[in-house]
């Protein structure tokens, strides 16, 4: 008790219960309580019940007006749990990495960082960390008097690894790995979250993009998300190749762009450019082009054409660029909707836009993959 009081703040605002006994109202004083975050001790998940390196920390102590008890578990890479049931339920916010789990005779679900995993009452499942990653989810579940957590066996290497995966879940695998990792760096590029832009940059050069193909996502990216967060991109990208070539890694620098001539006639280049991207020829101008002739030169002369015929991207890859930037930018989501036709116009299966969107909610975050699944739904009605 001494120990609870002094990890515990009691605030000055007091919370007042009032109940009946013996038909005489009394009222009851309870004070608000803090309790600071790392007051609760982390302590090691025991062997019997999971496999691997497991942390548990509490992140509040119990409290028996409050039926429910709720943990950060740190799952190691490749650790999980034991098949077990819960009494009430478990709900699993997956916080960092990704998560599976997996109920008994069911497909392996997969679920990433703000993803919420309800595991019913009574229903044998177990849940731990991807092969590669580090998991953490907050377990919040219900006490029941009198009954606890059933643990049953471990969950073999074999359980683990194997079985199929729901078909949601599947999505991001439909995409090859440099593509996911297109949609990382352009995503994160986009938003200017460097420290996680760098991550994903040593990923992508991990997954096989050579330097020049990544050098070409940055500089697509500035005719969607201006110059700032391009220049900041390509800093941040020149530090992770020193600090990779410290290491004595190697990296492939790829295919040379192609310039085109000044003397080219740029305007009908972007405009035959934009006619094979989009199938659609003849197009009449639109509203902003007839109204500010200019940007529509710039539009053609520029992205469709300097941009666009330099090569070392293909245009699937290029229109993979441009829907993870413009899914980073809040306010263009009728830009982002005729992208993505023009992203499955080059190719990209409806699989593979649903693994875009896993992959942004994996590496952008799940508001802004939400957002961009809203439009992809109109995109695939429109098309059927
Ligand atoms: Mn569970």
Redesign the pocket.
Known sequence: MKKLLTSVVLLGCLLVSVYAQGGKEVVQEKPTQVERKGAQASSKAPEANFTGDVLVTPFFSDNEDAPYYGSYVTFAPGAR?NW???PAG?R?IVTEGVCW?QEEGGEKIIAYPGDAVW?PAGVK???GASPDTTMTHL?I?GRVPGKS?QWFEQVSDEQYLSGTVSQESAAVSALPARQQSIVAIASLAAFGDIERLKAALGEGLDAGLSVNEIKEVLIQLYAYAGFPRSLNAINAFNDVIKTREGSGITDTIGAEPTVLPRTADKYAAGRTNLERLSGVTNAPPAGYAVFVPTIEVFLKEHLFADIFARGVLTWQDRELTTISVLSAIPGVNAQLQSHMGLAMYNGLDEAQMRAFIAVLAEKAGQPTANNAKTVLERVLAARK
Do not use: D, I, P
Request: contains cysteine; neutral net charge; glycine residues 8%.
């Open positions: 749990t077990h049931n819960h478990q699993l789990t595991c499942h177990w849940h377990a579940g957590v």
